[in-house]
């Protein structure tokens, strides 16, 4: 166990390392979330005027909820942008025939995504508290920790999906990285509730983990309470993804040795 | 006339330092190393795509120590062999054991013990020179980690360049780079895909010096590729040619060029290239 973590260490530092050299990369991380708050915030303060106040939690859950989008969509790229970057560097075979196991290369993207994915919220939750007096820890409280937590999950579980294309087709498959998480985005029941969708839609939309974590969400500015079962079934089902993720992962690994596109992957 | 090869049938009197002639047109030359020495032992090796036959019941060793050229022209098949000895890619038929364990089945085990340097792999461009060996280093459990790098990157003459970012130094001075990654772990096997490919023909020299300079220290088994013939016969003890996925010839660099009656083995690999196929017997003559 301590050589996984070493080596999840050392993978940590390879990503670290890339911001201490590149400012854009790091300045991008915080220009995205930032400029999309600066939009969600100021719907919500317009909403809030016209509405002569009576539309606050409305507003208020505009803005929590582009924050946590922010979480689940951070928490994806994290997984899949550091697993792309070593095919872009030519690199990824150094790793692929190195000691380093695939469970320590998602874990430590994983982490890396967290750590950047905690910087961001750190820095959303100040501003929109400066800029639009929205209290992010105030309003959900201890809610917010199983809530970020079921986030993360099923963006590593997407993450490692995403990351599973790009190891079967390579290159032509790198726009899905940044295309399937606005797939789930209209059925996850982000900036409206659950009840908006029809009925058809609905159904596919309860058997996301994000739908679970919006809608609880919501519950807690409105009552001040989420049910549990929210928690439960949103972690339930992420449990599933990720291991029906992690068996896709394997299976297009064992696809693209087969192929050959394993060893080309940079290369073309 | 069809000319036939028959790769397996070598008598039990092959020996080390007599080439055994196997078809008629002296073409064919069967060295065995024995297999219980062997680091590598790839038998019966199958590769196929759709339509084609990358590798076709491809054998060869590669003993402890030993330099292994693994010849032949482009699409011949060596990239394809290596990638299975790295774990890579799953032959479709055929065995193929490093350290008598299986790639496929074993990457972690072997890949303590082996390592890859190839003119097509790079490291991150974007980080130091130090910061890449670092990370592999720790990847790789190095102990004194710190001395290892600063000695290897002495002995490819790239020590003033370890502040530099990856991505400004040149294609020869990248090459050097990675071969002082491929060498962190003290490998026992080194698969090496073209490693002078991008080099300038006295840089080229230095690094073929300092290599065979560590593998004699070190006692390491090395799969050599290369186009350039003058310097396989300088380096390896030992060559394979493949043509199509398939053994042409085997051998010293010595045997071979006097079998194909030529003074180099560029004449040789040229010989090859235009009649492999009537080698393989897949032309009628």
Redesign the interface.
């Known amino acids: 166990m301590s050589?996984s973590f070493?080596?999840i260490?050392?993978?940590i530092?390879?990503y670290l390392?890339?911001h201490k050299?590149?400012l854009p990369r790091t300045f991008e991380i915080i220009f995205w979330p930032v400029m999309e708050l600066f939009v969600w915030g100021f719907v919500s303060v317009y909403i809030q005027s016209v509405s002569g106040g009576t539309l606050s939690k409305i507003a208020m859950s505009l803005i929590n909820a582009m924050i946590f989008w922010d979480i689940l969509y951070r928490s994806q790229q994290g997984v899949s942008i550091s697993f792309i970057?070593?095919i872009w560097?030519?690199?990824i075979?150094?790793?692929?025939?190195?000691?380093?196991?695939i469970w320590e290369w998602i874990a430590s993207a994983a982490l890396y995504g967290m750590m950047k994915t905690c910087l961001i919220t750190l820095i959303l939750a100040t501003i929109s508290f400066f800029l639009y007096h929205f209290n992010l820890v105030g309003n959900l409280q201890l809610a917010l920790i199983p809530l970020i937590f079921n986030l993360l999950l099923f963006g590593w579980a997407l993450g490692i999906f995403t990351s599973s294309l790009v190891i079967r087709w390579g290159h032509a498959a790198e726009a899905l990285i940044w295309g399937v998480p606005f797939l789930i985005q209209p059925l996850s029941a982000i900036f409206y509730p659950l009840s908006v969708l029809p009925p058809w839609l609905q159904v596919i939309s309860k058997a996301l983990p994000s739908t679970y974590v919006f809608e609880g969400m919501r519950a807690v500015i409105q009552t001040g309470h989420m049910p549990t079962s929210y928690f439960f079934i949103g972690l339930g089902l992420n449990l599933i993804y990720f291991v029906l993720a992690g068996l896709f992962f394997y299976w297009m690994y064992?696809q693209a040795?087969?192929?050959?596109r394993?060893?080309r992957l940079g290369?073309d | 006339m069809i000319i036939r090869t028959d790769r397996y049938s070598a008598t039990k009197k092959d020996s080390m330092d007599a080439p055994k002639l196997l078809c008629e047109n002296h073409f064919m030359l069967i060295q065995p190393v024995p297999q219980d020495h062997a680091s590598v032992i790839a038998k019966n090796l199958c590769?196929n795509?759709p339509g084609t036959k990358?590798l076709d019941h491809l054998s060869f060793t590669l003993s402890q120590g030993e330099i292994l050229g693994l010849l032949g022209p482009n699409g011949a098949g060596k990239?394809?062999a290596i990638?299975i000895l790295?774990?890579?890619?799953?032959p479709t038929s055929g065995e193929v054991s490093v350290f008598g364990l299986s790639p496929?089945k074993n990457?972690?085990k072997i890949?303590?013990r082996?390592?890859?340097s190839?003119a097509?792999?790079?490291?991150?461009?974007?980080?130091?020179v130090s910061?890449n060996l670092?990370?592999?280093s720790?990847?790789?459990?190095v102990k004194k980690f710190k001395q290892k790098i600063d000695t290897l990157l002495e002995l490819f003459d790239i020590a003033d360049l370890k502040n530099r970012?990856t991505g400004a130094l040149s294609s020869g001075e990248k090459t050097r780079l990675n071969l002082c990654?491929a060498l962190l772990n003290d490998p026992v096997v080194l698969l090496l895909d073209e490693p002078t490919a991008s080099l300038d023909p006295e840089m080229a020299d230095t690094v073929r010096k300092t290599l065979k300079k560590i593998q004699k220290e070190k006692n390491i088994g090395i799969l050599y590729t290369s186009h350039n013939m003058p310097e396989v016969e300088e380096i390896c003890d030992r060559v394979l040619f493949i043509h199509e996925g398939r053994t042409i010839a085997e051998g010293t660099p010595e045997a071979i060029m006097k079998n194909f009656e030529t003074n180099t083995l560029e004449q040789v690999f040229i010989k090859i290239v235009r009649s492999g196929d009537l080698i393989l017997g897949k032309k009628n003559v």
Do not use: C, W
Request: glycine share 6%; charged share 20%.
């Open positions: 050589e070493r080596r260490r050392a993978m530092l390879r390392f890339l050299r590149s970057e070593d560097t030519q690199n075979v150094n790793l692929l025939i190195s000691p380093l196991k064992g040795r087969s192929s050959g394993l060893g290369m | 590769k795509y990358a990239t394809t990638h790295l774990g890579l890619l799953t496929l990457r972690q890949s303590q082996l390592n890859f190839s097509y792999v790079q490291l991150p461009s974007n980080l130091k910061e670092l990370i592999f720790k990847i790789y459990g970012i990654k």
